[in-house]
């Protein structure tokens, strides 16, 4: 994906919850937003604006990085302030999804924009082809669809539609700047209803209500099968459902049934009657206090769908799963669900099948590739695996063989794949990976160029330069290094500490031009290594925590002064002695996900690590002078942070908390680019002439003069 010009100025039209989170998510970028709805009534003519704004501004999660990034986000109403829209490069429409209001709206809008300003809608089903009838084809050539998932900070999927007649110069602009600024992972949709991942993930839901419906399984048990022992979120289905909203359910289920006459499957979306029920009785989910589950008092009750009432959750009776839910290996729980000859194999193998083959179905009606399906129902809905994965993990030719029994056929272009002694949708072919499409088969499917990851890093068989039990270092080319420690939690023990100084060791001494240190866990690193440092308290042995203690600062200060540049990739968690390797090696790439913190107080510790050093020599750097009046106001700050154990909400506020220098962190929005940057880091520190910083021979600290009064 090659660069384009970046979205400076861009406006929102319609501040309802996604419309302004959308425009929360493009301050988070550095855009300056325009963000406008409908006149009010009453009152202010952008009360209503200004109501939608200040209540994004309470959400949680929160949508902003960071509060400062709310300045960049100004008000306004379609009466007054449409003709301020002349100014701006990119036009986002995100009210109510009526194709009469969307198509009033547009035509005043394609009054007052630029030639060059790029439009386009956030419907999440309406056709493209019917916002934009009759519209000029000057309109249509820089309009598309750019349909954002809730909630748009953190769903990483952004389905981008182009119509007939979207210049697929904009369709590369958008996004380029979707993934780059917005951090998306793009997947490229056909104008079809309710487009790829609600398309699939709404069917995925309606079939397994009937086994609720029925009486035959209870909302807990179905949870239990469609949440993390089948790699997708804990809120499951009925959970999710209720998150949602239960009258969303009913709109999108009732719309999509009406789209798509010609689909054969489509009456699996008609609602269902207790649905209805529930809807009728103004039950709509989490935001009325009941759905599918309520919580009365500390208890959480679900729903009984032949009264109609709320009852303590039932015993689950699915058989003995422990052995299948702690294997380590998604590909394998599948497996051995689906083979299970209990209820819980029951069930997976009538969902699961009318899912997966519901998928193939869909091909090429929304997409021409099963990667894009896999890569949008991952990306929009959480799950690990989508329906292409998953039949590779079961088998195709064992799933396909239920279709009959669940009244699907086997499409033509599967068939042939497997006529032709292919029995999986992925493989991989001289280090790339390939996917079967229809009608042109095994097709190359690269990562992208600014994207890798350590698996695929091991699939590629890189060298591996050193290891130990908890740690490796990989040679990942171009003279550069990787670091990786695969500990349980990704927390740093003894072995991993160790294995650090090594790696420094073998890169200082060999022909290395750097490091990198990171992983492909969710979280960075949680931290010390406690359980290693409790047995040692249990037994009496002092001399063994305070020999790690030691190991742990010697590691860090070798890691900050090392004669070639380091720089970690973090994403998700860095806490306690994961904040203190971040902030000791000084330089970093972090993902806008990060959350990091000095944690150890919350445990009742003190930050050990050369943390509470750290916070203390930065106060002072801070400071203008020496004198103890200028270092206090920082020094009191960063007190205040250690003591509360604060834990800042993304990379940019670990700037402001001070876990992270603004001057050696690069902060990436697309989480899955952060290995990539930090090697491109190496490489630049290194090209440019790498000294380390230099070593502080004292840090000034306030003593008697700090005290309070």
């Known amino acids: 994906m090659k660069y384009t010009q970046p979205f400076r100025n861009v406006a929102v039209l319609g501040a309802g919850v996604m419309g302004s989170q959308i425009a929360a998510h493009l301050a988070n970028a550095g855009a300056q937003v325009l963000l406008l709805d409908i006149p009010a009534k009453e009152g202010p003519k952008n009360a209503v604006v200004d109501k939608a704004f200040k209540s994004m501004t309470r959400m949680k999660p929160a949508p902003l990085v960071t509060s400062a990034a709310a300045s960049r986000i100004q008000t306004g109403n379609f009466a007054d302030d449409l003709g301020r829209l002349s100014g701006m490069d990119w036009i986002i429409e995100v009210v109510v999804e009526n194709l009469e209001i969307k198509r009033d709206l547009w035509t005043k809008v394609d009054k007052v924009t630029g030639k060059d300003t790029v439009l386009s809608t956030n419907t999440s089903g309406l056709p493209l082809k019917d916002i934009s009838e009759g519209f000029s084809s000057a309109f249509r050539k820089r309009f598309l669809g750019t349909h954002f998932f809730n909630p748009p900070r953190y769903l990483k999927l952004l389905e981008v539609i182009p119509g007939s007649d979207t210049d697929p110069g904009i369709v590369e602009r958008v996004s380029w700047f979707g993934k780059i600024a917005l951090g998306k992972g793009i997947v490229i949709a056909k104008d079809t209803p309710n487009f790829i991942a609600n398309r699939v993930g709404t069917y995925s839901m309606a079939v397994a209500m009937p086994a609720f419906t029925r009486g035959d399984y209870t909302v807990e048990e179905i949870d239990l099968l469609t949440g993390p022992i089948t790699g997708r979120p804990k809120s499951a289905t009925f959970r999710t459902a209720d998150v949602v909203g239960l009258d969303t359910l009913y709109y999108v289920s009732k719309n999509l049934h009406e789209a798509i006459p010609h689909d054969a499957h489509r009456d699996d979306f008609n609602v269902p009657d207790v649905l209805e029920k529930l809807i009728r009785k103004k039950r709509l989910g989490a935001k009325s206090g009941a759905g599918f589950y309520k919580k009365e008092g500390r208890e959480i009750k679900s729903l009984n769908p032949g009264t109609m009432n709320y009852e303590p959750p039932k015993p689950v009776d699915l058989g003995d799963l422990e052995a299948i839910r702690k294997n380590p290996s998604l590909a394998e729980r599948w497996k051995a669900l689906y083979g299970d000859k209990g209820r819980a194999g029951d069930f997976i193998r009538e969902h699961t099948t009318k899912s997966v083959a519901y998928s193939m179905y869909c091909i090429p009606e929304i997409s021409d590739s099963p990667a894009d399906v896999d890569r949008a129902i991952c990306w929009g809905f959480g799950w690990e695996m989508g329906p292409f994965r998953i039949a590779d993990a079961i088998g195709v030719k064992k799933i396909t063989a239920e279709f009959k029994k669940y009244g699907f056929d086997v499409p033509a272009w599967v068939q042939e794949m497997i006529d032709k002694g292919n029995e999986t949708f992925y493989r991989t072919n001289n280090g790339t990976r390939e996917v079967w499409l229809p009608g042109k088969g095994y097709t190359a499917d690269p990562l992208p160029e600014d994207e890798f990851t350590v698996a695929w890093l091991k699939e590629r068989k890189v060298s591996e330069i050193w290891k130990n039990d908890e740690a490796a270092l990989l040679d990942i080319g171009d003279g550069v290094t990787l670091f990786e420690f695969r500990s349980k939690a990704n927390t740093l023990g003894f072995k991993v500490m160790n294995g650090l100084r090594e790696a420094i060791k073998i890169v200082e001494d060999g022909d290395w031009l750097g490091m990198v240190i990171g992983n492909d866990g969710h979280n960075f690193s949680v931290g010390a290594n406690l359980g290693e440092l409790a047995h040692a308290a249990q037994t009496g042995d002092f001399k063994v925590i305070e020999n790690a203690v030691d190991n742990f600062q010697g590691t860090i200060q070798r890691l900050r002064y090392a004669s070639k540049p380091v720089v970690l990739a973090i994403r998700g968690r860095a806490l306690g002695g994961g904040c203190e390797l971040a902030m000791g090696a000084g330089h970093a790439v972090a993902a806008t996900e990060t959350y990091m913190g000095l944690v150890e107080l919350g445990v009742g510790l003190i930050p050990a690590g050369t943390g509470s050093m750290h916070m203390a020599a930065r106060a002072a750097e801070k400071a203008g002078s020496e004198h103890a009046s200028q270092i206090q106001v920082f020094v009191q700050k960063a007190f205040e942070t250690i003591a509360m154990a604060k834990v800042a909400m993304s990379a940019h506020e670990a700037v402001e908390l001070g ?48 005290r309070a009064p």
């Open 659 to 706: 876990y992270l220098m603004a001057d050696t962190t690069r902060i990436v929005m697309h989480e899955d680019r952060r290995l990539f940057v930090a090697k491109e880091e190496v490489l630049r520190m290194a090209r440019q002439g790498y000294m380390p910083p230099p070593v502080r021979n004292s840090i000034p600290v306030l003593g008697r003069a700090g």
